[in-house]
């Protein structure tokens, strides 16, 4: 080949190079981007949680996490999705919840903005569902939703406050004080649903009082003081998470009284502090998993970007939660106690790495099964 026509050829793959990188899509060229708008506090509680998993999962599939928090405040949630869904630099995906019910105002929102939207742990109410209908149809940017299976924690929690009772030897009643999360979250509506059925199959379980206390364990801890000093029976408390829980307990130790043994308390959200009421036996369960909803809506996310689009099971993904009690606490302290979920392979539970699943595994033994190194003692 003369040096003229090698000269030619080298400008023309050069030049063949630039086409493909021009029109030849590359994946996983860059990340893609995320923002969550969560309902809860940067530094407590359950959100902070669900967001440390969920930035761990992000980190391991490639996402870029911006994370706004609302305070507990419904009006600061709807802001910061309008500021959100108005910026030039919109992101790739939207993360929200249903908190208070505002879900369908913030999907609409960011649905006219053109903003692919997950809604996560509080999805749309039926009666919600009734006006916009289902994901990707009137609202075609909501991509779909991930939920616990609310109800039956809720029924769980209370069939755990009178196990301990002989049901066939007509056991003296049990004065039961219910603490709410609040009365509009479709988490919360669910998690009582599943309390009223236990109640009717339970009846020694007696509701004295049903209250909200937003979730908050300062207002548990009154509630149940002021229950206590009122001088009204109390032998048991059914919380709607583990801050309330614990809040509960502060006020019954304060009256003298045992958890545990005066006061049967149970809970919800798998919190270290109530984990170690459970081993301790001041607390009979605390029900959850839903921690981990933050990583598997990034699972969600990167098997829609991967091609393998959750819609191929369904667009609303639910998963069980399961009760960490006497018998498992050790154990999932064992592997979970120090919360370090980078070590956990989220990979593992994507459609796009397990071509052979028909559904996700979002579940306790799953994630035992995906941790990736050894856990530093």
Known sequence: MSLIASQV?????????????????TVNATSHTVVFISPGHADQGFWQAVTDTMSAAAEQLDFELEVHYADREWAKMVRITELVVARTDKPDFLILVNEY??????LALADKAGVPTLMLLNSLTPEQHN????????????????????????YEIAQSLVRH???????????????????KTPASQARLRGLDRALNDFPVLKEQRRVSVNW?????????RLWLQSGQPLGAVWAA??????????????????????VKVAGLNW?????????????????????????????????????????????????????INQANAPDYLKHFGRQQWSHI?????????????????????????????????
């Open 9 to 25: 050829m080298n400008v023309f793959k050069c030049q063949l190079v630039f086409l493909l990188l021009i029109f030849v899509p």
């Open 101 to 106: 019910q505002q879900g369908a105002r913030l």
């Open 131 to 154: 006006i916009y209908g289902a994901p990707r149809g009137q609202l075609k940017n909501w991509l779909g939703s991930l939920t616990p299976n609310n109800e039956i924690a809720g």
């Open 165 to 183: 009772v002989n049901q066939e030897n007509n056991p003296p009643p049990i004065a039961l004080l219910t603490l709410a999360g609040d009365n």
């Open 216 to 224: 908050s364990g300062d207002e548990a801890y009154k509630r149940t």
């Open 241 to 262: 998470n583990d801050a309330v829980a614990l809040g509960a307990i502060k006020a019954i130790r304060e009256a003298g009284l045992k958890p545990g043994i005066d």
């Open 271 to 323: 919190s270290q502090d109530a984990i170690e009421h459970v081993i301790d036996g001041e607390m009979t369960l605390t029900h959850g998993g839903h921690i981990f909803a933050g990583a598997w809506a990034i699972v969600m996310l990167y098997d829609y970007v991967q091609g393998h689009d959750f819609n191929s099971i369904s667009a609303e993904v639910d998963f069980p939660m399961t009760a």
């Open 345 to 377: 392979d989220f990979k593992n539970f994507s459609l796009t790495h397990s071509k052979k699943l028909t559904g996700y595994q979002f579940t306790l033994p799953k994630l035992f099964q995906s941790l990736r190194e050894p856990i530093q003692k």
